[in-house]
């Protein structure tokens, strides 16, 4: 299997920014998609960003221009970097690891544990 490990979230101002690191291990395919969830208080789970080994990337509207997903393929590394911070970005932040494109945009594959982003001034 696929282990996940989240790095990177903490406290930050508005208008600052983070980057979150997504380390996998285990038995890892050359060919997959990783992706970025978050999830808030009261708040439905939303996929924040995903991107597969072919280079194809989504985003959430609400980040788009903002956030930016890539990976270090060598290293089996994912990074999140978060820009322009708002409040509104607060949440647990999960990375996401699939075999298929599919299976991470449907919420499959393997999870990490979660790494805690807070907004706030």
């Known amino acids: 299997q696929v282990q996940l490990v989240e790095s990177g979230g903490g406290l930050v101002q508005p208008g600052g920014s983070l980057r979150l690191s997504c380390a996998a291990s285990g038995n890892i395919f050359s060919v997959n998609t990783m992706g970025w969830y978050r999830q808030a208080p009261g708040k439905q789970r939303e996929l924040v960003a995903v991107l597969s080994s072919g280079g194809s990337i989504k985003y959430a509207d609400s980040v788009k221009g903002r956030f930016t997903i890539s990976r270090d393929t060598p290293k089996n590394t994912m990074y999140l970097q978060m820009n322009s911070l708002k409040p509104e970005d607060t949440a647990v932040y999960y990375c996401?690891?699939?075999?298929?494109?599919?299976?991470?945009?449907?919420?499959?594959?393997?999870w990490g544990q979660g790494t805690q982003v807070t907004v706030s001034s």
């Open positions: 996401v690891y699939g075999s298929l494109y599919l299976e991470v945009i449907r919420g499959r594959g393997s």
